[in-house]
Nanobody
Framework: QVQLVESGGGLVQPGGSLRLSCAAS????????MSWYRQAPGKEREWVAL??????NYADSVKGRTTISRDNTRDILYLEMNDLKPEDTGVYYC????????????????WGQGTQVFVSS
């Protein structure tokens, strides 16, 4: 059974930092492209960051203050965010797609349940 379990959310003051974690199980973590998405109140879910093929990529809104990383020995994905802003408020979701060695249309997609981040003074 595939599971993606996020943790680390909470209330943070503007300018603060946090680290989110996503514990994965039920699939071969190292063979999947892993991403973070977020959804602000009243808005659509948006992509935040990607870790795949040994490289990373970030949305412009978080670039320069965000780091996505993964531990393929422990099957955990991380998202570290600094200089948090009120517009970073939302539910943060872990996303897995793969395995990356199969054709795109044959890849599986999994979502976690999300962890809430609230940036406010």
């Amino acid at each position: 059974q595939v599971q993606l379990v996020e943790s680390g959310g909470g209330l943070v003051q503007p300018g603060g930092s946090l680290r989110l974690s996503c514990a994965a199980s039920g699939f071969t973590f190292s063979q999947y492209a892993m991403s973070w998405y977020r959804q602000a109140p009243g808005k659509e879910r948006e992509w935040v960051a990607l870790s795949a093929y040994g490289s990373t990529n970030y949305a412009d809104s978080v670039k320069g203050r965000t780091t996505i990383s993964r531990d393929n020995t422990r099957d955990i994905l991380y998202l570290e965010m600094n200089d948090l802003k009120p517009e970073d408020t939302g539910v943060y979701y872990c996303h897995a797609r793969g395995p990356t060695y199969v054709m795109n249309e044959s890849r599986m997609t999994y979502w976690g349940q999300g962890t809430q981040v609230f940036v406010s003074s």
